[in-house]
């Protein structure tokens, strides 16, 4: 039987009380995330601007405290979401910003043109998906002022660009917007089912 050393008897107790304390770290851990503030961590999202993470306990504290404010107080409010996409094919980070609902309207129209039928009511023509990513992506891509990182005149340009980074920025522009593919399809849908007297000269679609 071999004899051990009391420094090799203190190292043992040593690594046992390390391996002790960092199980015991983590059980402290995982009862902090399990107990943590919703309404602390629900303000420090908004503050971020992060709202999409919001959970349903987190939404359920700020809806308890919420103040009612006024529509002036409201408009005031800097509501814009944005995200940061690092595009490995360019090797550059590119912020990508929420739409306005105007921004929405005028995009989800302009998927949708138009001709009358024989009764001379609007009916769906055709959908147009030419550059359907790059068209959206022109329009949230922000250069480092906050202005537009591309100009409607460089959609063409953009569309040939590499597809999968195409893909990944458009994405994001569809997460910060709600901008998924059943909203697309509804609003198509309404579009197309909308009376004549809706559709004027004014509308972001083409009605021929």
Not at 38 to 57: F, I, V, W
Not at 85 to 96: G, L, M, S
Not at 184 to 201: D, H, Q, T, V
């Amino acid at each position: 039987m071999t004899t051990r050393t009391p420094a090799q008897i203190q190292a043992d107790i040593d690594a046992n009380a390390r391996e002790v304390l960092a199980a015991a770290g983590a059980t402290l851990e995982a009862i902090k995330s399990q107990t943590a503030d919703p309404l602390a961590s629900g303000r420090a999202k908004l503050a971020a601007h992060n709202t999409a993470s919001l959970t349903d306990e987190e939404l359920a504290a700020l809806k308890a405290v919420a103040p009612r404010r006024s529509g002036i107080e409201i408009l005031a409010i800097d509501d814009q979401e944005t995200a940061d996409e690092y595009v490995p094919q360019w090797d550059t980070i590119i912020p990508i910003r929420s739409m306005t609902g105007t921004e929405r309207d005028h995009y989800e129209a302009s998927l949708v043109s138009y001709q009358r039928d024989a009764k001379g009511q609007p009916q769906v023509k055709s959908i147009e998906l030419d550059n359907l990513r790059a068209r959206l992506i022109s329009l949230v891509a922000m250069d480092g002022n906050g202005g537009r990182l591309w100009t409607q005149q460089q959609v063409l340009a953009l569309g040939e660009k590499n597809a999968v980074a195409l893909d990944q920025l458009f994405q994001a522009a569809q997460r910060l917007s709600k901008l998924t593919a059943p909203a697309i399809e509804a609003a198509k849908e309404a579009l197309g089912n909308a009376p004549s007297g809706e559709l004027g000269s004014d509308s972001p679609g083409t009605l021929e």
